[in-house]
Nanobody, 119 residues
Framework: QVQLVESGGGLVQAGGSLRLSCAAS????????IGWYRQAPGKQRELVAV???????NYADSVKGRFTISRDNAKNTVSLQMNSLKPEDTAVYYC?????????????WGQGTQVTVSS
């Protein structure tokens, strides 16, 4: 089991910045990749950014060049630095951890944190 707790959401004006953090606990050694998804009202949840154990990263095209994902393995945290925010970035942001044990895949979710970008 992996528990994820997000923090850092809030209200910001367009062009501003926010930093989200996710603290992982439990069986953190079994995490293969960890990252962020978001879900805007009336839309499907979508990948924002993910970082693997090998520190390779993947970003949604809509956030490339504006968002940066990083992890601190010693603290079991993953952060998302969001710059040049746009109103379309408004969503609930969820931390996600992917675990592979033998051939079985699991994923865990945080409770979500609201990000609102005003125009």
């Amino acid at each position: 089991q992996v528990q994820l707790v997000e923090s850092g959401g809030g209200l910001v004006q367009a062009g501003g910045s926010l930093r989200l953090s996710c603290a992982a606990s439990g069986s953190t050694g079994s995490i293969n990749a960890i990252g962020w998804y978001r879900q805007a009202p009336g839309k499907q949840r979508e990948l924002v950014a993910v970082i693997s154990n090998g520190d390779s990263t993947n970003y949604a095209d809509s956030v490339k060049g504006r968002f940066t994902i990083s992890r601190d393995n010693a603290k079991n945290t993953v952060s998302l630095q969001m710059n040049s925010l746009k109103p379309e970035d408004t969503a609930v942001y969820y931390c996600n951890a992917k675990v592979i044990i033998s051939t079985t895949r699991f994923q865990y979710w945080g409770q979500g944190t609201q990000v609102t970008v005003s125009s």
